[in-house]
C-alpha cells in the first residue's frame, strides 16, 4: 500500500485514463463526495460534472467533465464508467 488511490476512468471504447491518486473528487448524485485511500466499499451513481484528482493539500492536479456514470470504489481503487469524458482545460 502506498497510500494512494487507482483511479480508472471508462468510457464504452476502453480505458480512457488510468493513475495513482492521493484524493479523488467525485460529483455523486448525493452531492460532491472525496475518496480516499482504503474507503470503504460503495457504488456511487454519478451525475454530470467534474472529476478532480486532489494533491496532499487537496488542490487539484486534473480534472475532467464526465456525463454522468457509475463510480465502483473498493478500497485503493475507483473505477469510473462514463459515456464521455473530457479534460477540462486550466
Partial sequence: MDGKIELVIALPGGVYKNVKANKVLLPA?????TILPQRAPIVLQLKAGNVQILDESGQAKDEYYIAGGYA???EDRCVIAAPSVQKVQE
Fill in 29 to 33: 448524485m448525493e452531492g460532491n463526495i
Fill in 72 to 74: 465502483d470504489v473498493a
